[in-house]
């Protein structure tokens, strides 16, 4: 297949390119990039993207597609259709699955029935202790020669300091990054939103943010000590973007992500009990969402990933505290970071882009997130001033709890192209 973007403002922080230009593309790569392209032949598909930005397909670098085990929430097949609808060509998708990916013949099976079903490239996060048990690593060499990019126990802290040692250890010998999960569980006491006013007013069992925060410092130290990296997932408070800030000063190899939902929403989402609201770090204050706004804004916070959570109805439509956590997240954060951040003036579309496509590739070693020519073409066009309403019914995700259903947004995708196929045209999935 020969396709050529036309006149599309291409944006593409691995190379620092911010042009109008064109794109051609033939079998399944980026062949050339230049103003006026008209090659020759048969077959070549054009597409108009005048107005539009044409960037590398977005890297999301933390989701949950929930196979195998859990496939009534989501599977690989919906799973991949809701990220190319959200613009996503790529996504790792992480371990706590029945089973958990903890060893090479469930990592296969993903890697497989990605190939056979999935619309975008699937990459597994295995796990870091057997079962997420927290008591034996798990074969992580293995995994990695079957597939994995990370590892992480995410959904579960690694308590035992000496195992996330161990873990950092043996994955830097294999080259995979180690992804955590920082929750002190004794200072979580099981708490089902941030511990603050509003949960004393709801009269819910709070989770304070030094539960976070105790671990973030803990791998930080673990790290600097073992001269390892570790990648701290979804950070959600004032405290943690400034740990990593100062780990980072101390040349500490540290990197970070946060989720839209920490730079869009706070602990008042939750009031009337609103189920899609709850989640795990739970929803902070005020303070805490200008401190990740300031954390993407100075670098502190390297990628921005979703955390793509799909729960059942029936496990959202409960007691606030007996509520699974988690929201879904592939098909508003394009949107929700082109209306939050590039038009709040708190990222270029540069920059912001950057954390939603090289950043996350160069973390887990991936050659995504660039328009390179010779790399495969994977792209999203989208209009970053046409605004849309969210319609939480109409996503391809088989689980509809998001908290931005009836939101006003800008940059919906209009073009998911993988691997030189076009996937999402004119915002249909094809």
């Known amino acids: 297949m020969k396709l050529l973007i036309k006149g599309g403002r291409v944006v593409d922080p691995s190379q620092e390119r911010d042009e109008v ?3 051609y593309i033939e079998d399944g790569k980026i062949s050339e990039i230049g103003t ?4 020759e032949g048969l077959n070549i598909e054009i597409i108009d993207a005048s107005g539009m930005i044409v960037a590398p397909g977005l890297v999301d670098m933390h989701c949950h597609l929930r196979d195998p085990g859990f496939e009534y929430k989501e599977d690989i097949e919906s799973g991949t259709r809701a990220a190319a609808m959200g613009g996503f060509t790529s996504v790792a998708c992480m371990p706590n699955t029945s089973p958990v990916i903890d060893n090479a013949a469930v990592v296969e099976y993903i890697t497989s029935r990605a190939e056979k079903v999935g619309c975008v490239n699937v990459y597994p996060i295995g796990a870091i202790s057997k079962g997420l048990q927290g008591k034996e690593l798990a074969e992580i060499g293995d995994m990695k020669f079957a597939g994995v990019v990370a590892v992480s126990d995410d959904g579960r802290p690694v ?14 010998m294999f080259d995979v ?9 004794g200072l979580a006491d099981g708490g089902s939103m941030n511990e603050g006013a509003v ?5 819910l069992h709070g989770i304070t943010r030094a539960a976070e925060e105790v671990m973030v410092s803990r791998d930080i130290l673990i790290a600097e000590a073992t001269r390892t990296a570790v990648h701290i997932a979804h950070v959600s408070t004032r405290g943690s973007v400034e740990l990593v800030r100062q780990a980072k000063k101390r040349g500490v190899c540290v990197t970070c992500e946060t989720c839209p939902h920490y730079f869009t929403l706070t602990e008042k989402a939750c009031e009337g009990f609103n189920t899609n609201a709850k989640m795990n770090p739970p929803l902070r204050t005020d303070d805490d969402v200008q401190a990740i706004k300031d954390g993407l804004a100075d670098g502190t916070i390297d990628a921005i990933a979703t955390d793509h959570a799909p729960h059942h109805a029936d496990e959202k439509q409960c007691e606030f505290a007996a509520a699974q956590n988690g929201i879904i997240g592939f098909e508003t954060a394009l949107g929700l970071g082109i209306t939050y951040l590039v038009k709040e003036n708190v990222l270029t579309l540069g920059k912001f882009l950057e954390k939603m496509t090289a ?3 160069n973390i887990l070693g991936l050659n995504k997130g660039t328009l390179r020519v010779g790399t495969a073409a994977d792209i999203v066009i989208f209009s970053p001033d046409k605004e849309y309403e969210v319609k939480a019914e109409e996503f391809e995700s088989k689980s509809k709890n998001s908290p931005y259903d009836g939101w006003k947004l800008y940059g919906k995708p209009q073009y998911t192209i993988v691997r ?11």
Request: glycine letters at 8%; a negative charge; hydrophobic letters at 40%.
């Open 36 to 39: 006026d392209l008209d090659p």
């Open 420 to 430: 030189g196929h076009i996937i999402v045209n004119q915002g249909v999935l094809l």
């Open 159 to 172: 308590v035992e300091s000496g195992l996330m040692r161990r873990a950092m250890e043996y994955a830097d």
């Open 359 to 361: 950043n996350p590739a």
């Open 199 to 203: 949960a004393t007013s709801m009269g």
């Open 21 to 23: 230009t064109d794109i």
């Open 177 to 185: 990054t180690v992804v955590s999960h920082c929750e002190d569980m």
